[in-house]
């Protein structure tokens, strides 16, 4: 076989085998491996890499389109001096995924604005990143499919289908009271996840007393507290709500800037330079008496 009917039939291995990335870049590393003498391993080595990185690429990509994520932040972009009340330590320990592995839970508990979700959606992100299949819902999205998944009469295949995530994140518990149905449907997701996989629930209520008030049937919150808080990290954020934060430092430095200057500016500022010595001729103003 001469070279060119060779090389086309490697072409068509690789085509057969669906390797259109290792397809694409083997005359450039063809070329490169005769400029650089590699050897054959060194050769099938890189060219095969082209391949896994771009395999590896799509796979996560497909993880992050399946997860939902309502927004693209990262745990890079965390602003942990905003919140000092914040265990960072316990932050920086849930991002190395341990607790996907152990399948625990992470309870995000504080009032709204103090960046809940955005700890919930930068672990998710960690976790797809890791490889692990991650989902992200809201706790009145769940309850509505589940209502529609019970009229429609595919209410197991909705289960196993909240059953499947490695870590599935249920963001904004207890905004909305829950009627008997909805804490139900809630109830059979956690039970038939509790040591199997992980959850992660973002709440404005307090983990106590106060979780009985989002359902009818304050057993219900308790039976759940149960299972969710079995292997749970509990993440309490005390903190102002950054919104709101942010909100503040903008309206200071509008109204900063917009200020027009008083009579007791000016003559501050004049003082100023008086002071320093820049009054205009570089000398300092002679004493006036
Ligand atoms: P919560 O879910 O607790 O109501 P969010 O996570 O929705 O709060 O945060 C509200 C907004 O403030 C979001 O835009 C979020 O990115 C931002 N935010 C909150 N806390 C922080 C923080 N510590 N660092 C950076 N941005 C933050
Ligand atoms: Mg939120």
């Known amino acids: ?19 259109a990335a290792a397809a694409e870049a083997l005359p450039a590393h063809l070329e490169r491996a005769q400029k650089d003498k590699l050897t054959h391993t060194a050769f099938l080595e890189q060219l095969l890499a082209v391949e896994v990185t771009t395999s590896e690429q799509r796979r996560l990509a497909g993880r992050l389109r399946f997860a939902s994520l309502p927004a693209p932040w990262r745990l890079e972009d965390f602003d942990f001096d905003a919140q000092p009340s914040l265990d960072r330590k ?36 960690r976790a797809a990143e890791a490889g692990y299949r991650v989902y992200f819902t809201t706790a009145a999205e769940l309850v509505a499919r589940c209502h529609r998944a019970a009229i429609e009469g595919r209410w197991a295949t909705t289960m196993r289908f909240y059953a499947g995530p490695q870590l599935l994140v249920i963001d904004e518990l207890g905004y909305l009271a829950m009627k008997s149905e909805a804490a139900a449907a809630l109830f059979q997701v ?14 404005n209520r307090g983990i106590g007393p106060a ?23 509990v993440l309490q954020i005390d903190g102002e709500s950054y919104r709101m934060r942010a909100h503040r430092a903008r309206v200071e430095h509008q109204r900063r800037s917009l200020r027009t200057p008083m009579p007791e500016d000016l003559l501050r500022d004049a003082g100023d330079l008086i002071g320093s010595g820049q009054n205009g001729e570089g000398e300092v103003a002679p004493p006036t008496h």
């Open 190 to 203: 956690i039970c038939q996840r509790y040591l199997k996989s992980s959850t992660i629930l973002t709440t």
């Open 90 to 125: 316990l932050v920086e320990d849930l991002a190395t995924m341990r607790f996907v592995e152990e399948a625990g839970n992470v309870l995000l508990v504080g009032p709204p604005g103090v960046g809940k979700t955005m700890l919930a959606v930068c672990l998710a992100r």
């Open 1 to 19: 076989m001469n070279q060119n009917s060779l090389y086309q039939q490697l072409r068509s291995h690789l085509a057969y085998l669906r390797l």
């Open 211 to 233: 979780w009985g008030q989002i359902f009818d049937d304050p057993m219900v919150a308790v039976a759940m507290l149960d299972r969710l808080l079995h292997r749970a990290a």
